[in-house]
């Protein structure tokens, strides 16, 4: 199933993610920042701290991922490769760059977008 939206992304694919992984994700201890620019966007916060789980909205975070949402769909249907993405300058990311790392590892295949 090719995703159209990223909030389909976040709240069918993420949030499903942690939950499968609970425990697993409260062991990165961190905040996760998504901010898409670009028709459809908007910023959303992964919480794999005190409160595992996604909602729209702003706030702080150890890792910020900005980029497009057109490329973070790409990225998410296989058509983007992540590491391209970050080398090309399509996935900008600030703050702690170890906990993008982390957060592919705790979601799997979820989120490709930052492993």
Known sequence: ?????PKQIFDDRIAAGIKANIE?????DAVYKFVLTGDKGGTWLVNLKDKPGVS????????TITM???DFLAMNNGELDPQQAF?????????????A??????????????S
């Open 1 to 5: 199933m090719a995703f159209t939206d």
């Open 24 to 28: 697993r994700a409260k062991t990165v």
């Open 56 to 63: 729209l909205g702003d706030g702080d975070a150890g890792c």
């Open 68 to 70: 497009e949402a057109a």
């Open 87 to 99: 080398m090309a300058g399509k996935m900008m990311i600030t703050g702690d760059m170890s906990l």
């Open 101 to 114: 790392f982390k957060l592919g590892e705790v979601l799997g295949g979820g989120q490709r977008g930052a």
